[in-house]
């Protein structure tokens, strides 16, 4: 049984994540933590939705599989996944979404004080599934509560970042920034917050529909044409923001329209964390499928950039804080599109984000300015289709071979094959971890040519195994 993929557990509610799952994940979740906890008491979870139309329902079975399986619970209502993260401190925590998925789909994401839960503890509570624990005794069954903790997280954001930010934070206030929510979650929180820091906030789609009526829920240049067009006509608004679902990602828009590039966006605010760091060695850690353009201003700051497969941000976080000494400090985490703020959390919170770019790109006097000195390759990514079973034989023949093809300056094999070029650059190949392919990534001058070269390995690969 394979539940969890890179984000929790998603599928369409008629196939996969129905309620007789999330009773069943409920139930395992409770008597995973029962064993693990050592607090001598019921296990504590605050369970969240998003704004989907089978949220409720698969929350109330999830509810009752906690309960069942001796958890206490607080139902903490309809919130962005950050907002649940944050409920998750010093206990557990359990989402519905299914963040950008259709409104067809649905998951649920487990936390453990403000982390999502790692591989092991995923492959456990798997394990509980499969074997179908009964429910507890009568009186081993835990309550479920009502709460609120949406008013406290939009708090602790704004307190983080005046107090954190406070030059950039004040350059903000009077700017126009549009955002849009994509009638998702986020819509209970962006703007919010925005205002409370003194900007404008101009919100489309902040109404919350299940259905996602204004457009996908995915942020992507096709889908926010609205939000682009509104930036551009309006020499008013200053920058603009697109969400997700669940507000766990995010697009920026630029005064002319033009949706900033996903690793600019990153590249800038590591290069912010590193230069504000007393530390003195500030890491930032990303993924094998980040551009370049993140070590170049990381190193520019005076840190260092590490890698960490896709999914597993917290995990090379805490790989990091462990292997380094006391002047080691992971002060960003994030890969495209997802950010983890660590002094402020360590979960993935594109509403910080939100805010944070935008206060950012104040302070420099716009965005145009703040990306400036951002060196941005030609940048690609493509994928070759693979059977999941053929995947290992694939990636081997790869390994040996896409090496043989470049000019090169380093291989890096931990996660998927990452090679370095010699002109600059770099193309790394990986196989999906939720669908039939191997993904090509690349970045350099000669983009076209470099991705051509790849595919053709791939494919040749794919074809051998």
């Known amino acids: ?3 969890f993929g890179t984000a929790g557990i998603r599928g369409d509610v008629r196939e ?4 007789e799952l999330a009773l069943a994940v409920g139930r395992a979740a409770a008597r995973h933590a029962v064993t693990t906890d050592d607090s001598g008491s019921s296990p504590s979870f605050a369970l969240g939705i998003d704004g989907r139309e089978t949220s409720e329902g698969l929350a109330a079975a999830a509810a009752a599989g ?3 399986g001796g958890a206490e619970v607080e139902q903490i209502g309809r919130v962005p996944t950050p907002t649940l993260a944050f409920a998750s401190r010093g206990r557990r925590g359990v989402m519905i979404t299914a963040s950008h998925n259709p409104p067809t789909d649905n998951g649920i994401k487990l936390f453990h004080d403000g982390v999502e839960y790692d591989g092991e503890a995923e492959s456990r509570v798997e394990e509980l599934v499969a074997a179908d624990p009964a429910p507890g005794n009568w009186d081993e069954w835990g309550s479920i509560r009502d709460g609120s903790v949406l008013d406290a997280y939009r708090g602790a954001v704004v307190d983080y970042l005046t107090e954190r930010f406070p030059e950039a934070i004040q350059a903000l206030a009077g700017q126009r920034v549009a955002v849009d929510c994509g009638n998702g979650v986020a819509g ?7 205002g409370a820091l003194g900007a404008t906030p101009v919100a489309l789609n902040a109404n919350v529909d299940g259905s996602f009526p204004a457009r996908e829920s995915k942020p992507t240049p096709e889908s926010l044409t609205g939000l682009r067009r509104l930036v551009a006509a309006d020499e008013q608004i200053a920058i603009g923001i697109g969400h997700d679902g669940d ?3 995010l697009a920026v828009v630029d005064p002319d329209g033009d949706v900033v590039h996903e690793d600019t966006v990153l590249a ?5 964390y590193v230069r504000d760091s007393a530390a003195g060695d500030p890491v930032v850690v990303t993924t094998p499928n980040a551009s370049g353009r ?3 201003r990381v190193a520019a700051a005076g840190g260092r950039t590490e890698r960490i497969a896709l999914g597993l941000l917290h995990e090379g976080i805490a790989r990091e804080r462990a292997a380094g000494g006391d002047d080691t400090a992971v002060v960003f985490a994030a890969e495209p599109w997802k950010h983890v703020h660590p002094a402020f959390g360590g979960w993935i919170d594109a509403i910080v984000s939100a805010a944070l770019i935008a206060a950012l790109a104040a302070e420099a006097g716009g965005i145009e300015r703040l990306t400036a000195d951002v060196v941005e390759r030609p940048y690609r990514k493509e994928n070759v289709p693979c059977p999941d079973a053929a995947k290992t034989a694939a990636m081997r023949r790869v390994e040996a071979a896409l ?4 000019e090169s300056t380093a291989v890096d094999t931990e996660y998927g094959i990452r090679v370095e070029l010699a002109g600059g650059g770099w193309v790394l190949v990986r196989p999906s971890g939720t669908e039939p392919y191997l993904r090509i990534y690349a970045e350099a001058d000669a983009v076209d040519e470099v991705v051509t070269t790849a595919r053709g390995v791939v494919e040749g690969a794919v074809e051998a195994a």
């Open 247 to 249: 507000g766990d990602r």
């Open 294 to 296: 993140i070590d170049e």
């Open 188 to 194: 209970l929180a962006t703007p919010q917050i925005l």
């Open 1 to 3: 049984m394979t539940l």
């Open 16 to 19: 996969a994540v129905d309620p």
């Open 66 to 68: 906690l309960a069942s």
């Open 268 to 272: 800038v605010i590591a290069e912010r």
């Open 403 to 406: 090496p043989e093809r470049f």
